[in-house]
């Protein structure tokens, strides 16, 4: 099966794809250079890792079950039979005989139907593309359409307990509380034939003027100095790319800041990622912030001690929290007085049905400490010397 892969309505490559989606080869030349997937090509087969990263997880959810419904042969199947189409960006492949446009196809303006979390429409009534063959995550999840015409994220979670979904609305609350107006806000809903009480959906933030690049395409598309961390290594880039780079240290910072009262341990690199202007190309801030669900101790044991408390790993630009405080110049942009009170966090966790009370408690209880330990931080404590521990 021969298609170009494309960006809106620029040819990029040409390509061939087997019969369950795997893309075989593509052509060396590269029409549109600039336009092409901004990430590591180190590799000859970099368009191919591309493709293959593109297509939504099979442990996501009941993907494998679904894929099986349909009759595909697994996910790259899925993402070819919706040409690779996304809400998150303007890449897709037109097939080499088609005169298919991106007005013809794209989902920011044309309407879909299927929702991954609940029933499937009758075979006929679904327009023929979907976005969420590009969904990424292992998080169950769905693109819908409101019936106002809202483009929302609907998001469940990995058990019968809401916490995730619970811990996103808490985040919202806290940027809100704290005026930062750049974040996603999440708000509850239930979800019907699911085991937990709560699921909860965001807005889309992109458009067709702006695109998301993740902090990983962005790291990988660039050779990282053996002195500079992936961390500066990110500025540095992003300022090339036009943006404002003492803006993203703020954004960044207090990203940083605000994942370490809330515990969450799951701010890799493409939960980190930038607004790039469609005809520019120029970044132009950091993404509102998103995929905070694994806050508050979610799938853990919370720390008992304030030692444990300090010892916690993370996926991000660091390998844990204390050291990603470390990159902090401006400990003011929180303000302790608007955090979220522990009465809030209890009551939130309260809505579940399912969440044991003395879980919430302990939750309650860690979320204090921590709250404590980021004022003595702000304080200028050097919290590195409070653990009893050679690891870090």
């Known amino acids: 099966m021969n298609y170009l892969i494309m960006r809106k309505n620029d ?4 390509a061939q794809f087997s019969e369950d989606g795997s893309m075989i080869r593509y052509s060396g030349q590269i029409l549109h250079p600039e336009l092409a997937p901004l990430q590591s090509r180190v590799s000859s087969g970099w368009l191919r890792d591309w493709w293959k990263a593109r ?3 099979i442990s996501q959810g009941k993907v494998s079950e679904m894929l099986q419904k349909k009759g595909l042969l697994g996910p790259e199947d899925f993402l070819i039979k919706n040409l690779g189409l996304s809400l998150t960006d303007y890449y897709w492949i037109k097939p080499a005989i088609s005169d298919l446009t991106w007005e013809d196809v794209n989902l920011f ?17 679904s327009p023929e593309f979907t976005p969420n063959s590009s969904l990424q995550g292992q998080l169950e999840k769905t693109w819908t359409i409101t019936e106002n015409g809202d483009r929302i994220l609907i998001k469940g979670n990995r058990t019968h307990l809401s916490a995730e979904s619970i811990n996103e609305v808490i985040a919202s609350e806290f940027h809100l509380r704290q005026g930062y107006d750049n974040y996603t806000p999440y708000s509850l809903m239930p979800i019907k034939g699911k085991e937990y009480d709560f699921g909860c959906y965001s807005k889309m933030f992109t458009s067709q003027q702006a695109e998301l690049v993740s902090a990983y395409a962005v790291v990988t598309s660039e050779k990282q100095p053996g002195d500079k961390s992936s961390y500066e290594h990110f500025i540095t880039v992003c300022g090339t790319h036009g943006m404002d780079t003492e803006l993203l240290r703020r954004d960044l910072e207090y990203q940083i800041m605000a994942d370490f009262i809330l515990s969450n341990r799951d701010r890799h690199l493409s939960n980190v990622s930038v607004i790039r202007d469609a005809d520019t190309l120029d970044f132009l801030r950091m993404a509102p912030i998103y995929d905070s669900g694994k806050s508050l101790f979610v799938d853990a044991e919370v720390p008992s001690s304030e030692n444990n408390l300090l010892r916690i790993q993370t996926q991000s630009f660091a390998s844990s929290e204390l050291k990603l405080l470390s990159y902090v110049t401006d400990r003011s942009l929180i303000d302790i007085a608007k955090l979220p009170s522990a009465d809030y966090i209890r009551k939130m966790y309260q809505l579940d049905s399912q969440e044991d009370p003395e879980r919430i408690e302990r939750i309650v209880k860690g979320y204090e400490k921590k709250v404590a330990l980021f004022e003595a931080f702000q304080n200028g404590e050097d919290l590195k010397k409070r653990v009893v521990s050679k690891y870090l």
């Open 11 to 14: 040819p990029i490559a040409a």
């Open 55 to 57: 297509s939504i997880p």
């Open 109 to 125: 303006d044309n309407d879909f139907q299927e929702n991954l979390l609940t029933d499937q429409p009758e075979p006929g009534t």
